[in-house]
């Protein structure tokens, strides 16, 4: 089954363009010369955050606590090099929480291949330094782990994959029970790390190791309390995208030379856009058709949040122009303009601006998908038509 994500708000998502006009007569009151010099630009101007996914677990039992024997799952996306960390107290103590070492536990082996089964050796136990483990006296030490408590015997973490959606479930258990440690856990918290196709945005999720705890986890490790670290982990959690290179056309005719809503791809080059942001193809591919006056890429490497890519045409009265990028965290997704736009406009044309899926690549989530490019996937194709997207997508204004 074809995963789609028609329902998600991409709050954050990735592109403004915008027109400057300027004449190819440096003379401003020379209005004979009716073809003009004009610039488009591209700016991402996503907002990054820490995390892709977040969430909480908590008992289904009247006390949302997780008692010995009882079992919580947890479900997440997930690319090679992220992984998922997670926080829950345990409850007969005075400020001890269970959690992986940083940045979480390792989902993906050398090979990228996933790893699933028993993980229980991921978790550690941690004291937080914030109480007297006997007194209940406030206290200020660094976050170190608990001597003499094996962890891996108290909690069974059992992972499962599914490779089409690139989705993991991770079963908590508490496995304390009958043992000298035998204890309840609290409602916790989980998060997976935005990877920008370099390094992780976030490498200490929750806390450092032998450094003075934070409020959070705090809260977690003295009352099970996830109210604060969850507040913190919503207001930093968001999809966020690169862009590749834009191809821009100019032409004449009523039909998008670019894509066509609703229709399979042609192989033109499209797809190679939508999956990899390579427009070569596509660029080739153009040249050859009627009413084609001009092909330019803007651009020549990803565009990274904040950053802004440009290219400058010659357009004539009567011209019509197209653009394509690709929603670089994406396994088959593009920007590109919604509607005919008259190539010798000004201004800015978010609103004209959508964002499209491809139907070339089974659908993961975005910035979490092992298949994508950003994670040096390879895609299935899959014979599904180009859809709009029906996602909430945010533009700044920008004028030159």
């Known amino acids: ?50 995390f892709v996914e ?39 103590s ?32 941690w004291d937080n330094g914030t109480k007297d483990n006997m007194t209940g006296q406030v206290e200020s030490k660094p976050i170190a782990q608990v001597p003499n408590v094996n962890a891996s015997q108290l909690m069974k973490l059992n992972l ?4 089409m959606t690139s989705e993991f479930t991770l079963t908590i258990t508490n496995t304390s029970g009958g043992t000298a ?37 705090t809260d977690i490790a003295q009352m099970g309390s996830i ?34 809503l609703g229709k399979m791809d042609n192989g033109m080059g499209l797809k190679e856009i939508a999956q990899f942001g390579n427009v070569s193809k596509l660029q080739s591919s153009l040249q050859s058709l009627p009413g084609i006056k001009g092909i330019y890429v803007a651009g020549n490497a990803p565009v990274p949040p904040g950053n802004k ?21 994406s396994n088959d997704w593009f920007y590109a303009n919604e509607v005919s736009i008259d190539a010798t406009v000004k201004g800015e044309l978010s609103s004209k601006t959508a964002l499209f899926d491809s ?11 092992n298949r994508q490019a950003l994670f040096g996937g390879t895609h299935k194709v899959n014979p599904w038509l180009f859809q709009k997207l029906e996602t909430s997508i945010l533009f700044l204004l920008y004028k030159m």
């Not at 074809?2 to 020379?30: E, Y």
């Not at 009716?34 to 610039?39: I, P």
């Open 1 to 50: 089954m074809k995963r789609t994500f028609l329902k998600i708000t991409v709050a954050v998502a990735g592109i403004m363009t915008a027109f400057t006009l300027s004449s190819c007569n440096d003379s401003d009151n020379n209005m004979m010369d009716l073809s003009s010099q004009r610039t488009i630009i591209f700016e991402n101007v996503i907002t990054p955050k820490d």
């Open 54 to 92: 977040s969430g909480s677990f908590q008992g289904t039992g009247a006390v949302p606590v997780i008692l010995p024997g009882q079992s919580v799952s947890v479900k997440f996306s997930a690319g090679k090099t992220q992984a998922l960390m997670f926080a829950t107290m345990y409850g007969a």
């Open 94 to 125: 005075k400020d001890w929480f269970f959690a992986s070492q940083q940045p979480g536990i390792k989902l993906f082996d050398t090979n990228g291949k996933a790893i699933t089964g028993d993980v229980s050796s991921s978790v550690l136990l």
């Open 160 to 163: 499962d994959y599914n490779e």
């Open 181 to 217: 440690n035998e204890t309840p856990f609290s409602p916790g918290v989980w998060a997976v790390s935005n990877y920008n196709g370099s390094q992780l945005l976030n490498n200490a999720p929750f806390f450092t190791p032998n450094a003075l705890s934070n409020p959070e986890i």
């Open 227 to 260: 109210g604060k670290m969850t507040a913190k982990l919503s207001a930093n959690t968001g999809i966020i995208t690169g862009l590749s290179p834009a191809l821009v056309v100019i032409y004449r005719g009523d039909k998008n030379p670019i894509y066509e």
């Open 309 to 329: 890519i440009m290219t400058n045409f010659k357009a004539d009265p009567g011209d019509k122009i197209a653009y394509v990028t690709m929603f670089g965290f």
């Open 359 to 369: 139907g070339t690549g089974v659908d993961q989530y975005p910035g979490a998908g």
